[in-house]
């Protein structure tokens, strides 16, 4: 039988669901209590799926632990797994992604904030830092967002180990062709309305990328006000806002085998953070951006105030596939149908930071 894992990380804790029908879901009870867990990845590249979990505890700061038992037990090495060179003269604040590498079996990419990159070949376990990006000329002009000064998204390429994306908040997008040897801003075409030069090299508060399964160079972005397309793994931007509600938002996902479909949770803008009309809904695309449907059957429509934050909307890789969210105000959704419809799998759980999920045998 087909067992599907949900790992939702929230302000006070991680918790994990599971189902075999993807619309009857058991929830286990925090795991990590009172840490703020913000990013999870469910990495399926070895014989086992191994849980990767960033947790950030108010009184022994961040880490990240690793599970081989889907979350039962927890380790994490004995020095720490994670920290800045003690020349930057940063502290690392949390981790923000964990990205396993599609072509590099053990390589996983953490981004953290402040906007730091590191590079683990174990799995996870140990990590060295990549100090190219951090020495980008740049970066001393790089800025916070409101949510803070984090690299949020890691896109390695799924063919050639030697081009990676990033995005964080703020800077922008950033790419390298070269395994991470030098950085290259990629924000052509990307506005930023709030700055004087509203088409800036970089300094852009990016809120997300995500890659097409099918077409490895084209990329999907939403921006701080602003949804695009790249053809060309990012270094030109144009807008496919057209169609959505509004073009202001957190999360951006693509489906798990299809290519041109990708998925929002639109918000109804900067200074008013809920949904469009206070109608909770998803919008889906079909065509690369071109149009866009929403998606709200079983999903409240009626003065809901809930918003979805940049990871916590994600696909699992099952056919047809799941989608997922988790919303501000503790609720957690899914749909087994590619979001045609929706069921409540948790509610008044704590504000809810990512979520991940999978099928597993």
């Known amino acids: 039988m087909t067992d599907f894992l949900l790992a939702i990380g929230t302000t006070k804790g991680l918790i994990l669901g599971r189902s075999n029908d993807r619309i009857s879901w058991t929830l ?12 999870v990845a469910i ?31 927890w380790a994490e090495p004995d020095e720490g797994s994670i920290a800045f060179p003690v020349d930057t003269d940063v502290s690392l604040g949390r981790v923000w992604q964990l990205a396993p590498s599609l072509s590099e079996p053990g390589v996983v990419w953490p981004g953290s904030e402040p906007q730091g ?23 001393p002009d790089w800025g916070a967002g409101f949510g803070g000064a984090a690299i949020h998204s890691v896109l390695a390429h799924p063919t050639d180990p030697g081009r990676v994306v990033v995005a964080m908040s703020t800077g922008g997008v950033y790419r390298s062709d070269d395994a991470g040897e030098s950085w290259s801003a990629s924000n052509f075409g990307v506005k930023a309305y709030f700055l004087p030069d509203p088409w800036p090299e970089f300094g852009l508060c990016v809120h997300k990328i995500a890659r097409d399964p ?3 160079d084209r990329l999907y972005l939403q921006n701080h006000h602003g949804v695009y397309r790249s053809e060309d793994d990012g270094r030109t931007w ?18 798990p085998r299809r290519s041109n479909v990708a998925f929002t949770f639109p918000v109804q803008a900067d200074a008013a953070r809920v949904p469009p009309e206070r109608a909770c809904r998803v919008c889906r695309t079909d065509d690369g951006g071109d149009s866009w449907t929403p998606l709200s059957t079983g999903l409240p429509q009626d003065d809901y105030y809930g918003i979805v934050l940049r990871d916590a909307m994600c696909t699992d890789d099952a056919e047809p596939a799941g989608v997922y969210f988790g919303t501000r105000n503790g609720d957690v959704y899914a749909s087994p149908d590619e979001g045609e419809r929706w069921s409540l799998i948790g509610t008044h759980l704590p504000d809810v930071l990512c979520v991940r999920a999978a099928q597993i045998a």
């Open 28 to 39: 286990s009870e925090p795991q990590f209590f009172m840490n703020g867990v913000y990013a």
């Open 238 to 255: 144009t807008s496919i806002a057209a169609g959505l509600p509004t073009d202001f938002g957190f999360a951006m996902v693509t489906h």
């Open 43 to 73: 990495d399926v590249r070895g014989r086992s799926p191994r849980l990767l979990a960033s947790a950030t505890s108010e009184h022994w700061g961040p880490s990240v632990f690793h599970s081989d038992d889907l979350g039962v037990t």
């Open 214 to 216: 099918g077409e490895a």
């Open 117 to 139: 990159l590191f590079r683990s070949v174990d799995g996870g376990e140990h990590f060295s830092f990549v100090r190219t990006l951090w020495d980008h000329p740049h970066r």
